[in-house]
C-alpha cells in the first residue's frame, strides 16, 4: 500500500502524464470548453501535480467539470495529457469514496431523456463509477 | 621489443574524479615493454607535451600511449608533439579513458579496471605499430557555393574578394533566397531590398564569382581540395546570352495561373516569369509545366515578341562539371506546412504565416502594401499574432526546437502595423518572448512600450473563420482567464525546417544531417562551421535557425576556413588507408562494391606461381580517394585486405589485451 506521500506518484501511474514536460504554454486551458467552471485549470492542474497537492486536485471543481473532450490532449505541444491527470484525480477520488457511487446503475432510468446520446450515459457510468 | 612509456591524463577531475590514475600508472608499468609511466593533470597542455618529449629522450621511447580523451579530441595534437621530436606521428597511441570511461561510469573501482584495460590494449597495439608517412595531394583553388541566399551570396563574395574563383548553385531562378521575400528587417527596420539587391548585384558582376540559377548539384566525387562536381543546368528555354532583359516575353504570356512561389502563393505569375522585379540575373525563366505551348503546341506568343530572338522551345538541360577545392551548403530553409495544425484555421484566406505577411506588407507583393484582409479587402480593425505555430512542440505534427527568429519577426511586424496604422489593436500571443541578441530585448520592448503592442502570455486553442472576421479562445496564463475575441487578421509565427533538398546534398558530400534535417557541423562549439567532412563547409539557416546578422557572421567564418584551405598549395594526406596483400588477393571484387568513396579499383598483375607465368586480377586502392573507413577490410572473404595502421593483428592485439 502506497503512504500519502506517494500520492503524486501514484497519480503520475494512473495518469500516465508526463507532467515534467510542460512548458507552461496554456494552450490547454486555452483549448479547454469547460474552463470557466473549473477552480484549478487544466494547466494549473498539471503544475499542482508537479507540486505534489494532490488532494487540493481530489477536491477541485475540476474533476467534475472536464468533460474528458480531450482538446487539451490534442493540443498540447509537449504531450503532457492534462485530462489524464484530471481524470486521474477523480478516480483516486471515487476509489477512496468506496461503495458509495457518485451514480448506480438503479439511477439510470429516471435520468433517461430521449435527445441523450446512450454514448454519453456509457461515458457518465464510466466516469462516475468505477 | 619496443620501448614503450605510458602517460595519463587527469583532465582536471573529468578523468581523476571517477578513475583512479595512480593505479592506471602503476598497472601499466607491468605490461610489456612499458619502460617508462607518468601521470599528468592535464597532458595536452605545453607542460604535458613536454614531458612526454623529454621521457621520449631520456628513456628512449619507441612507442607512446597517451591514456586521455578521445582521439577525435587530441590525437592531433599528441602526434604533432611526437613529430616535434623526431619520433614517426603514428608510433604514438591514444587510450579514451575520458568519453569512454570516467564519463559513463559511476563506479571508481569498476571505471579504474577499464582505464587499466583500454591503456593495456593501446600498448598492445603499439608493439605493432609501423611508421607510417603521410602522403600530398592537389588544391584546386575555387570553391563551390550551393544556394544562392544571403548565406550563399556573402560566402561567396567573401571568398571572391580574396581572389578565388567561386561557383554558386542556385535551385531557383534567381539568387536572393527568403531575405529577398521580407520587407524591413529587424532589429534595425532597414528595407531588406535595398540591402540584399546591391550584393546580389555585386554577386553577378563579380570577376571570379559564376551564377548557375536555376541549377542543381548532380554528383559529387572526390574530396577535400579535389572535389569534382557535375551541375545540373535546367533548360531555361531562353538563351541568358541573348536575353536584353526587357520583360517583352512575360507581358504578353497569356498563360497566368500559376501561383508565385516569390508571393507564397498569394498571387499568380505568368508561364515565362522572373521571380520578382529586380532579379538577378534579369533573365526569364519558362515553366514548361505552365506554358501552353508545351501543353498543347500552340501559342509561342513570347518568341514572337521577343526581339533579340531569346526564347529557345528546344534548349535542353545541360550538365556541367568542374573540380573545387572546398564546397560550402547554404541551403537555408522553408517555413513547415500547417495542414496538421486545424486548430488554428490555416486554410482562412485571413490566417496568414509569417512569411505571407511579409508579402502582405510589402510595397512591391500582392496587395501593393496595403494591409487588407485577403478575403474581403476589408482594412483590418484588429490583428492577432501567434508565436511559437509547430515550433517547441514534441508532438510528431511540430518540431522539438525553438525556430529562434519569430520572437523578433513578430516584435517586427506588430511595430510596423502599429506605426502605419495606430488605430490597428494588435495583440501578440506568446509562450516566452525569446531575444537575446545585441539591440534585439530593446527591440522587442519597443513593440509593447513605444507601440502599444499587447503581448498576452499564453495561447491560442482554436481559431473559427467566422466569414466578415475570426473568433478565438486563448489563455492569460497570467491573468488565469480564458479569452474569447473577435480579430480581423491572425499572423502565425511558423516554425522553420531545412529544405527537404538538403538530405541528398549530404550524402553526396558525404556530409551529415541532425534528426531535423538541419546540416550537422563537426563540432558544436569548436568547429561551428565545419561539417564533419573535410573541405565541407557550412553557412546561414541549412544549418539551424538563424537571423540575418547570425548568417552573414557564420558565413564570414566559412570564408575565413575556406580561404584557409585554398591558400594551400598541396594538403597532407592521411596515411591510414586501405591496402591489399596481393598475395592473397584473389580478385573477387568484393571490396570493390562496399567502398563508399569508389576509391578501388583492379590492375591485372604479372605473378610467377611455382614457375608458372600468369595474369592474376587485384584490388589496387586509390590512396587519394580512400578515406580509412575500414568497409573493405572487413568485408574482404580472404582477409587480403588491411588498413594501415588499423591491421587486423594491431586489432586483434587490442581484443586479446582487453579479454586477459
Ligand atoms: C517571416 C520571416 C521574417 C524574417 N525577418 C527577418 C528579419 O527581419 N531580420 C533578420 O535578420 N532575419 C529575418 N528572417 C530570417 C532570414 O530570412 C534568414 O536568416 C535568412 O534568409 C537565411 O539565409 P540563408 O541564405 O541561410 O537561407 P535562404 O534565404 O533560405 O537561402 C537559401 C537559398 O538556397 C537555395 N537552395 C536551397 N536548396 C538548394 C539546392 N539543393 N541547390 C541549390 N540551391 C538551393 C534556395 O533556393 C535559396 O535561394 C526572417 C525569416 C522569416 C521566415
Ligand atoms: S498545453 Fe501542455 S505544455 Fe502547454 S501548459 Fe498545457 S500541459 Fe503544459
Ligand atoms: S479534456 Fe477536460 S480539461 Fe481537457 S479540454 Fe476537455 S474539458 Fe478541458
Ligand atoms: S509560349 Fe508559353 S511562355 Fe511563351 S507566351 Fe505562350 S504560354 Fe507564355
Ligand atoms: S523564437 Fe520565439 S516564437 Fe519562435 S519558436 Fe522560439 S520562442 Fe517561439
Given at each position: 500500500m502506497l503512504g500519502r506521500t506517494d500520492l503524486p506518484n501514484r497519480l503520475r501511474v494512473i495518469s500516465g502524464a508526463k507532467d515534467k514536460d510542460c512548458m507552461k504554454c496554456g494552450k490547454c486551458s486555452a483549448s479547454c470548453p469547460s474552463y470557466e467552471k473549473m477552480d484549478i485549470r487544466p494547466h494549473q492542474f498539471v503544475s499542482y501535480l508537479q507540486r505534489g497537492d494532490v488532494d487540493a486536485m481530489m477536491n477541485s471543481t475540476t474533476v467534475w467539470a472536464c468533460l474528458c473532450c480531450y482538446a487539451c490532449i490534442e493540443r498540447c505541444p509537449r504531450d503532457v495529457k492534462p485530462a489524464q491527470i484530471i481524470e486521474a484525480a477523480r478516480l483516486m477520488l471515487i476509489r477512496r469514496q468506496g461503495d458509495t457511487p457518485y451514480v448506480s446503475a438503479d439511477d439510470i432510468p429516471e435520468l433517461l431523456d430521449p435527445d441523450t446520446p446512450q454514448q454519453l450515459l456509457v461515458s457518465a457510468l464510466r466516469k462516475y463509477t468505477k | 621489443m619496443k620501448r614503450v612509456g605510458v602517460f595519463v591524463c587527469h583532465c582536471g577531475t573529468n578523468i581523476a574524479a571517477a578513475v583512479d590514475v595512480g593505479e592506471v600508472v602503476d598497472k601499466a608499468r607491468l605490461e610489456r615493454g612499458v619502460v617508462f609511466s607518468a601521470e599528468y593533470p592535464y597532458m595536452c597542455s605545453e607542460a604535458g607535451q613536454t614531458m612526454i618529449a623529454n621521457a621520449v629522450k631520456e628513456h628512449n621511447l619507441t612507442g607512446v600511449v597517451v591514456s586521455a580523451c578521445s582521439p577525435r579530441m587530441h590525437e592531433v595534437t599528441f602526434r604533432k608533439a611526437a613529430a616535434k621530436i623526431?619520433?614517426?606521428?603514428?608510433m604514438l597511441e591514444m587510450a579514451n579513458i575520458r568519453e569512454q570511461c570516467s564519463w559513463i561510469h559511476k563506479d571508481k573501482d569498476d571505471a579504474t579496471k577499464k582505464a587499466v584495460s583500454l591503456t593495456s590494449a593501446a600498448v598492445a597495439k603499439v608493439h605493432l605499430n609501423t611508421p607510417l608517412f603521410a602522403g600530398e595531394s592537389p588544391v584546386t583553388k575555387r570553391a563551390l557555393v550551393i544556394g544562392g541566399g544571403i548565406a550563399g551570396i556573402s560566402v561567396a563574395l567573401d571568398v571572391a574578394d580574396a581572389g578565388y574563383d567561386v561557383d554558386i548553385v542556385e535551385s531557383t531562378p534567381g539568387i536572393g533566397g527568403r531575405m529577398a521575400q521580407l520587407d524591413k528587417t529587424f532589429p534595425t527596420l532597414d528595407c531588406s531590398a535595398c540591402i540584399l539587391t546591391p550584393k546580389m548585384v555585386d554577386a553577378a558582376t563579380h570577376d571570379n564569382i559564376t551564377l548557375h540559377t536555376y541549377s542543381e548539384v548532380e554528383s559529387v566525387e572526390g574530396f577535400v581540395g579535389d572535389f569534382t562536381v557535375t551541375i545540373r543546368k535546367k533548360a531555361r528555354s531562353v538563351d541568358m546570352k541573348k536575353c536584353t532583359g526587357c520583360g517583352a516575353c512575360y507581358d504578353k504570356c497569356p498563360a497566368k495561373k500559376a501561383p508565385s512561389e516569390f508571393e507564397e502563393g498569394l498571387s499568380n505569375r505568368k508561364a515565362i516569369y522572373i521571380p520578382f522585379a529586380q532579379a538577378v540575373p534579369n533573365v526569364p525563366v519558362i515553366d514548361r509545366e505552365q506554358c501552353i505551348k508545351f501543353k498543347?503546341?500552340?501559342?509561342?506568343l513570347c518568341e514572337t515578341v521577343c526581339a533579340p530572338g531569346a526564347i529557345d522551345f528546344e534548349q535542353q538541360d545541360e550538365l556541367v562539371t568542374q573540380k573545387y577545392g572546398a564546397v560550402i551548403v547554404a541551403t537555408g530553409f522553408r517555413p513547415i506546412e500547417l495542414g496538421k495544425f486545424g486548430e488554428y484555421a490555416p486554410e482562412s484566406k485571413d490566417v496568414l504565416t509569417s512569411l505571407e505577411f511579409e508579402r502582405i506588407t510589402n510595397a512591391a507583393g500582392p496587395t501593393k502594401g496595403a494591409l487588407v484582409r485577403l478575403s474581403d479587402g476589408r482594412k483590418p480593425k484588429s490583428i492577432t499574432f501567434i508565436q511559437c505555430v509547430g515550433s517547441r512542440d514534441t508532438t510528431p505534427r511540430g518540431k522539438a526546437y525553438c525556430s529562434k527568429i519569430c520572437c523578433m519577426y513578430t516584435a517586427k511586424h506588430a511595430m510596423l502595423v502599429k506605426d502605419k496604422y495606430p488605430d490597428i489593436d494588435v495583440n501578440v500571443y506568446y509562450i516566452d518572448v525569446r531575444s537575446p541578441g545585441k539591440n534585439f530585448d530593446e527591440f522587442y520592448r519597443r513593440a509593447a512600450e513605444e507601440y502599444g503592442v499587447n503581448y498576452i502570455k499564453g495561447q491560442v486553442g482554436k481559431v473559427v473563420d467566422m466569414g466578415d472576421h475570426l473568433v478565438l479562445q486563448a489563455a492569460d496564463m497570467l491573468d488565469n482567464r480564458q479569452i474569447t475575441a473577435r480579430t480581423d487578421m491572425i499572423v502565425l509565427a511558423t516554425a522553420i525546417e531545412p529544405l527537404k533538398s538538403t538530405k541528398p546534398i549530404a550524402s553526396m558530400l558525404t556530409a551529415s544531417i541532425d534528426t531535423n534535417g538541419f546540416m550537422t557541423e563537426a563540432h558544436p562549439k569548436l568547429k561551428p562551421v565545419e561539417s564533419p567532412t573535410a573541405g565541407v563547409f557550412l553557412a546561414g539557416a541549412c544549418h539551424g535557425p538563424k537571423d540575418i546578422p547570425e548568417t552573414v557572421a557564420q558565413a564570414g567564418a566559412a570564408a575565413a576556413k575556406v580561404l584557409g584551405l585554398l591558400s594551400k598549395s598541396k594538403l597532407t594526406t592521411n596515411p591510414c588507408v586501405a591496402a591489399a596483400d596481393e598475395l592473397a588477393c584473389n580478385g573477387c571484387s568484393a571490396c570493390e562494391s562496399v567502398c563508399p568513396y569508389g576509391a578501388i579499383g583492379y590492375e591485372d598483375r604479372q605473378i610467377n606461381d611455382h614457375g608458372v607465368r600468369g595474369n592474376q586480377r587485384l584490388a589496387a586502392v586509390n590512396t587519394a580517394l580512400c578515406q580509412g573507413c575500414g568497409a573493405c577490410a572487413v568485408t574482404c572473404p580472404s582477409g587480403a585486405m588491411d588498413l594501415l595502421g588499423f591491421s587486423n593483428r594491431q586489432i586483434l592485439a587490442e581484443v586479446d589485451a582487453l579479454c586477459r
Amino acid at each position: 500500500m502506497l503512504g500519502r506521500t506517494d500520492l503524486p506518484n501514484r497519480l503520475r501511474v494512473i495518469s500516465g502524464a508526463k507532467d515534467k514536460d510542460c512548458m507552461k504554454c496554456g494552450k490547454c486551458s486555452a483549448s479547454c470548453p469547460s474552463y470557466e467552471k473549473m477552480d484549478i485549470r487544466p494547466h494549473q492542474f498539471v503544475s499542482y501535480l508537479q507540486r505534489g497537492d494532490v488532494d487540493a486536485m481530489m477536491n477541485s471543481t475540476t474533476v467534475w467539470a472536464c468533460l474528458c473532450c480531450y482538446a487539451c490532449i490534442e493540443r498540447c505541444p509537449r504531450d503532457v495529457k492534462p485530462a489524464q491527470i484530471i481524470e486521474a484525480a477523480r478516480l483516486m477520488l471515487i476509489r477512496r469514496q468506496g461503495d458509495t457511487p457518485y451514480v448506480s446503475a438503479d439511477d439510470i432510468p429516471e435520468l433517461l431523456d430521449p435527445d441523450t446520446p446512450q454514448q454519453l450515459l456509457v461515458s457518465a457510468l464510466r466516469k462516475y463509477t468505477k | 621489443m619496443k620501448r614503450v612509456g605510458v602517460f595519463v591524463c587527469h583532465c582536471g577531475t573529468n578523468i581523476a574524479a571517477a578513475v583512479d590514475v595512480g593505479e592506471v600508472v602503476d598497472k601499466a608499468r607491468l605490461e610489456r615493454g612499458v619502460v617508462f609511466s607518468a601521470e599528468y593533470p592535464y597532458m595536452c597542455s605545453e607542460a604535458g607535451q613536454t614531458m612526454i618529449a623529454n621521457a621520449v629522450k631520456e628513456h628512449n621511447l619507441t612507442g607512446v600511449v597517451v591514456s586521455a580523451c578521445s582521439p577525435r579530441m587530441h590525437e592531433v595534437t599528441f602526434r604533432k608533439a611526437a613529430a616535434k621530436i623526431g619520433l614517426n606521428p603514428y608510433m604514438l597511441e591514444m587510450a579514451n579513458i575520458r568519453e569512454q570511461c570516467s564519463w559513463i561510469h559511476k563506479d571508481k573501482d569498476d571505471a579504474t579496471k577499464k582505464a587499466v584495460s583500454l591503456t593495456s590494449a593501446a600498448v598492445a597495439k603499439v608493439h605493432l605499430n609501423t611508421p607510417l608517412f603521410a602522403g600530398e595531394s592537389p588544391v584546386t583553388k575555387r570553391a563551390l557555393v550551393i544556394g544562392g541566399g544571403i548565406a550563399g551570396i556573402s560566402v561567396a563574395l567573401d571568398v571572391a574578394d580574396a581572389g578565388y574563383d567561386v561557383d554558386i548553385v542556385e535551385s531557383t531562378p534567381g539568387i536572393g533566397g527568403r531575405m529577398a521575400q521580407l520587407d524591413k528587417t529587424f532589429p534595425t527596420l532597414d528595407c531588406s531590398a535595398c540591402i540584399l539587391t546591391p550584393k546580389m548585384v555585386d554577386a553577378a558582376t563579380h570577376d571570379n564569382i559564376t551564377l548557375h540559377t536555376y541549377s542543381e548539384v548532380e554528383s559529387v566525387e572526390g574530396f577535400v581540395g579535389d572535389f569534382t562536381v557535375t551541375i545540373r543546368k535546367k533548360a531555361r528555354s531562353v538563351d541568358m546570352k541573348k536575353c536584353t532583359g526587357c520583360g517583352a516575353c512575360y507581358d504578353k504570356c497569356p498563360a497566368k495561373k500559376a501561383p508565385s512561389e516569390f508571393e507564397e502563393g498569394l498571387s499568380n505569375r505568368k508561364a515565362i516569369y522572373i521571380p520578382f522585379a529586380q532579379a538577378v540575373p534579369n533573365v526569364p525563366v519558362i515553366d514548361r509545366e505552365q506554358c501552353i505551348k508545351f501543353k498543347t503546341g500552340k501559342c509561342g506568343l513570347c518568341e514572337t515578341v521577343c526581339a533579340p530572338g531569346a526564347i529557345d522551345f528546344e534548349q535542353q538541360d545541360e550538365l556541367v562539371t568542374q573540380k573545387y577545392g572546398a564546397v560550402i551548403v547554404a541551403t537555408g530553409f522553408r517555413p513547415i506546412e500547417l495542414g496538421k495544425f486545424g486548430e488554428y484555421a490555416p486554410e482562412s484566406k485571413d490566417v496568414l504565416t509569417s512569411l505571407e505577411f511579409e508579402r502582405i506588407t510589402n510595397a512591391a507583393g500582392p496587395t501593393k502594401g496595403a494591409l487588407v484582409r485577403l478575403s474581403d479587402g476589408r482594412k483590418p480593425k484588429s490583428i492577432t499574432f501567434i508565436q511559437c505555430v509547430g515550433s517547441r512542440d514534441t508532438t510528431p505534427r511540430g518540431k522539438a526546437y525553438c525556430s529562434k527568429i519569430c520572437c523578433m519577426y513578430t516584435a517586427k511586424h506588430a511595430m510596423l502595423v502599429k506605426d502605419k496604422y495606430p488605430d490597428i489593436d494588435v495583440n501578440v500571443y506568446y509562450i516566452d518572448v525569446r531575444s537575446p541578441g545585441k539591440n534585439f530585448d530593446e527591440f522587442y520592448r519597443r513593440a509593447a512600450e513605444e507601440y502599444g503592442v499587447n503581448y498576452i502570455k499564453g495561447q491560442v486553442g482554436k481559431v473559427v473563420d467566422m466569414g466578415d472576421h475570426l473568433v478565438l479562445q486563448a489563455a492569460d496564463m497570467l491573468d488565469n482567464r480564458q479569452i474569447t475575441a473577435r480579430t480581423d487578421m491572425i499572423v502565425l509565427a511558423t516554425a522553420i525546417e531545412p529544405l527537404k533538398s538538403t538530405k541528398p546534398i549530404a550524402s553526396m558530400l558525404t556530409a551529415s544531417i541532425d534528426t531535423n534535417g538541419f546540416m550537422t557541423e563537426a563540432h558544436p562549439k569548436l568547429k561551428p562551421v565545419e561539417s564533419p567532412t573535410a573541405g565541407v563547409f557550412l553557412a546561414g539557416a541549412c544549418h539551424g535557425p538563424k537571423d540575418i546578422p547570425e548568417t552573414v557572421a557564420q558565413a564570414g567564418a566559412a570564408a575565413a576556413k575556406v580561404l584557409g584551405l585554398l591558400s594551400k598549395s598541396k594538403l597532407t594526406t592521411n596515411p591510414c588507408v586501405a591496402a591489399a596483400d596481393e598475395l592473397a588477393c584473389n580478385g573477387c571484387s568484393a571490396c570493390e562494391s562496399v567502398c563508399p568513396y569508389g576509391a578501388i579499383g583492379y590492375e591485372d598483375r604479372q605473378i610467377n606461381d611455382h614457375g608458372v607465368r600468369g595474369n592474376q586480377r587485384l584490388a589496387a586502392v586509390n590512396t587519394a580517394l580512400c578515406q580509412g573507413c575500414g568497409a573493405c577490410a572487413v568485408t574482404c572473404p580472404s582477409g587480403a585486405m588491411d588498413l594501415l595502421g588499423f591491421s587486423n593483428r594491431q586489432i586483434l592485439a587490442e581484443v586479446d589485451a582487453l579479454c586477459r
